[in-house]
């Protein structure tokens, strides 16, 4: 039988009320209190513990302080890729941020997607959506990305944004939810 853990990454329904993820949060939780408390000239582009955890990450990855993740395991990101203050990013699904992409301040991304089921709801059950955000994406500040989402190569999402679906390459969504705007 296939651990939670297990579950989340493969994308099944699993329970988030589990010893184990619990202490992976608690792992997490300390590395985003390290990057979040040293001082920046000590800290650089990101505190060691905190790049310790992500899946992949690139030497030229910035990240500004405070910075909040669940995991870290599930991240990716790539060259340049520089984080604003105040991202959040709940990374039970995998979350792949491409080259030289830049998310404003207050940029949030959520993976977990909750059980429609009150009682299931309840009892932690929730499943894991992947993120894939291109290269060259700008996301400006207060965005909010929701799990399951792609964002193509060198597309643009306004401030204050709710992306709800996949956004093509080269597009520049607004709103909520997020909508193509129209170039003339």
């Not at 905190?50 to 995991?71: G, K, M, N």
Request: hydrophobic share 40%.
């Amino acid at each position: 039988m296939a651990s939670e853990a297990e579950k989340m990454a493969a994308g099944e329904w699993y329970c988030c009320l589990d010893a184990e993820l619990d202490a992976l949060r608690v792992k997490t939780r300390r590395a985003v209190h390290q990057h979040n408390t040293m001082p920046p000239d000590e800290r650089g582009m990101m505190a060691p513990a905190l790049r310790a955890l992500f899946r992949e990450v690139a030497d030229s990855t910035f990240i500004e302080a405070p910075f909040h993740c669940s995991y870290g395991i599930n991240l990716g990101l790539g060259e340049r890729v520089y984080l604003n203050a105040g991202c959040t990013i709940l990374d039970s699904g995998r979350v792949s941020i491409g080259d030289r992409s830049m998310l404003g301040p207050g940029v949030q991304i959520y993976c977990a997607d909750h059980h429609r089921d009150a009682e299931l709801r309840s009892q932690g059950i929730e499943i894991a959506r992947p993120v894939t955000i291109g290269r060259d994406v700008w996301i400006g500040g207060g965005a909010i990305i929701l799990g399951g989402v792609t964002i193509g190569d060198g597309a643009i999402v306004g401030a204050g944004s709710v992306v709800t679906r996949d956004v093509a390459a080269g597009a520049t969504v607004v709103g909520n939810p997020a909508r193509p705007v129209r170039r003339d």
